[in-house]
């Protein structure tokens, strides 16, 4: 499952901000969260954020979109052939 992590704005230091990934297995995580979408913080120190993904979705030709709600965009992510 791949999922958005919206990120936390109230904390010392910026946490989610990136999608991520869980491996599945016959309907249940089988591993660790693994980043998959990453680099939304600018500045750490200074609570700075490129965007913050909400929702994460597919196309039929396998890319996938991205909902951003700090830079009210979608990202679009597709495999480069």
């Known amino acids: 499952a791949f999922i958005g992590q919206h990120g936390s704005w109230n904390r010392k230091n910026l946490s989610g901000y990136m999608v991520v990934f869980v491996p599945f297995e016959n309907g249940k995580p089988s591993g660790p969260p693994e980043d998959f979408l990453s680099g939304f913080i600018a500045n ?10 909400v929702g994460v979705t597919f196309l ?21 052939k």
């Open 44 to 53: 750490n120190e200074k609570s700075e954020v490129f965007g913050r993904p």
């Open 60 to 80: 039929a030709d396998g890319s996938m979109l991205v909902a951003d709600d700090a830079s009210d965009i979608i990202w679009r992510v597709a495999w480069n």
